[in-house]
């Protein structure tokens, strides 16, 4: 089955080809979108032209690409960890696209609206994926392989022309790659600020399914990855109006995040805080604490002890990160339970959940970790996986 992400359509173009949307034509979004710009500075506005692309001519957007704020800054503060391992200290002119995966469905579709905002939120270019293996360059003029072509340039077409149309702001890139959809996704994900994947509803259980290729990619990439729910739309971003109605207009929902404090979770701090400070949200920071036994006798002391020392190291995470984003209003939640029962109590109403997966090697290959394996497939909400050793 055919998969795609959000590039530039090598099979229209050639094997190594790109078509992008409002990106300066220097630019080769087949990698890294790279940009020399001074720190801090935003992107010049650019009048709005047409420009001719193997789907048809294309609007560039009059609108100015809000740039995203390099790591650095100009009073010299101590650099912070972001994902990837990067710090603020250090000056990087690279700026990761937002990757998104299509495959043409209901899911694929919602992931890229969401993926655009997000790309918007970011200041950075959004590149839209589509990978299918059978488009390698020896039997690309076969007949019986011009039916997917044709579909396969209908779903990227028809991605562009809706998301030139609701994000003139955003730049677009869009490319097809002849490789299996997972293997194609983990490579595009490597240079992606996030990767976007959708996840379609599973019936019969009350959960969600997300399928093969994005169980596999999820395990492997080595960013950040967003999944989105087939039914997701702008509007669930945000809390309802005063008559209870969805509106684009009203405060976003609250920001969640899981952390272990017996474990390093810097990368999902980073992730978490940034998130909601571009959102202008509260964000939940939940850690969960379990005894497995204890005397009847000594049970009450044991659990206050342990609630106690759980809320003392929550605190001392925290401390840097509230006063790196002293305008994010942050409220911590240290329960007694399973960490992935208590997620999901937390999310009913959020807008992004935020959790980890750690990079260890297993013996069958990489996996998720029961935690987000679980909130994979129960939160309804958009799920972000950040990987962290």
Not at 177 to 200: C, N, T, W
């Amino acid at each position: 089955m055919a998969f795609s992400l959000v590039l530039a359509a090598r099979d229209l173009l050639g094997s190594h080809d790109t078509f992008s949307v409002g990106h300066p034509p220097a630019v080769d979004m087949g990698r890294v979108a790279q940009y020399r710009v001074p720190v801090g500075s935003v992107c010049a506005a650019r009048p709005e032209q047409r420009v001719q692309g193997p789907f048809g001519p294309f609007r560039r957007p009059r609108s100015p690409c809000q740039g995203r704020r390099l790591p650095g800054d100009a009073g010299g503060a101590e650099g912070r960890p972001e994902p990837g391992g990067r710090r603020s200290g250090e000056v990087d002119a690279v700026l990761r696209p937002v990757v998104v995966g299509l495959d043409g469905s209901r899911e694929s579709l919602a992931a890229a609206e969401w993926a655009a905002g997000e790309a918007l939120r970011r200041g950075l270019p959004l590149r839209l994926v589509h990978a299918w293996e059978g488009l390698e360059s020896d039997t690309s003029q076969l007949p019986e392989l011009e039916a997917p072509r044709y579909w396969a340039r209908r779903i990227l077409r028809g991605a562009m022309d809706q998301l030139n149309e609701r994000h003139p702001q955003v730049y677009l890139s869009a490319e097809q790659i002849a490789r299996p959809a997972a293997d194609a996704l983990v490579e595009a994900g490597a240079e992606a600020e996030l990767l976007v994947l959708g996840s379609r509803a599973f019936s019969g259980f009350g959960g969600f399914m997300a399928g093969s290729v994005a169980l596999a990619t999820v395990a492997r990439v080595a960013r950040p990855v967003v999944l989105v729910r087939a039914d997701r739309t702008a509007e669930d971003d945000h809390l309802p109006d005063a008559e209870g109605r969805p509106s684009l207009r009203t405060p976003y929902r609250d920001v969640v995040v899981g952390v272990d404090i017996a474990h390093p979770c810097e990368e999902l701090l980073a992730f978490a805080f940034e998130s909601a400070a571009l959102r202008s949200a509260r964000l939940q920071v939940l850690h969960t604490w379990h005894v497995p036994y204890a005397p009847p006798a000594a049970a009450a002391t044991m659990s206050a002890a342990a609630q106690q020392a759980a809320e003392t190291a929550v605190d001392a995470a925290l401390q840097p990160w509230r006063e790196k984003y002293p305008t994010v209003k942050v409220r911590t939640l240290v329960e007694n339970g399973r960490p992935a029962q208590q997620l999901l109590h937390a999310t009913q109403d959020a807008g992004l959940l935020v959790v980890g997966r750690r990079n260890r090697p297993a013996r069958l290959g990489s996996h998720t970790g029961p935690v987000a394996h679980a909130v994979m497939h129960h939160v309804r909400c958009p799920v972000v996986i950040v990987p962290h050793d």
